[in-house]
């Protein structure tokens, strides 16, 4: 594995760490500052709003496990494809199951760190959440 891969992979594990403590400051510098998120039944939206999501989700914890399917650099970019499970509890305690791929390019920065730049999320709701024992 290179370099740069294995960055790839701790830039994952760091935002899914940084997510389940809730860590919003190493979640936002882990994206570039022109990043772009595309999620089913919105509008494509940035960094900006990213934040201010998170501020509001102060009180909801998330858990859940990733598998990283591909991994590709190519120079100074690289994208990556991911399949997510998801627990997300908010205050009230009404656990949502959300599951599905991702599709990630990240661009490596002058500062050598590589950074989310795009993402595509695919994750929905499961309706017939079950765990496989």
């Not at 970019?77 to 949502?96: F, H, K, M, Q, S």
């Not at 390019?105 to 730049?117: M, P, Q, T, V, Y």
């Amino acid at each position: 594995m290179s370099d740069d891969e294995q960055a790839i992979r701790t830039l994952v594990e760091t935002w899914f760490s940084a997510s389940k403590s809730g860590d919003s400051a190493t979640i936002l510098d882990l994206m570039t500052d022109d990043v772009i998120f595309m999620v089913s039944g919105q509008k494509p939206f940035g960094k900006a709003a990213f934040a201010a999501t998170m501020k509001s989700m102060k009180q909801v914890r998330m858990d859940g496990a990733y598998h990283i399917q591909e991994v590709n650099v190519l120079g100074e970019w690289a994208y990556l494809r991911n399949y997510i499970r998801l627990e997300v509890t908010p205050a009230d305690g009404a656990t949502v199951h959300r599951s599905g791929y991702t599709l990630t390019i990240l661009r490596k920065e002058s500062d050598g760190r590589w950074r989310l730049a795009r993402d595509a999320n695919l994750l929905s709701r499961e309706e017939a959440y079950s765990t496989f024992a």
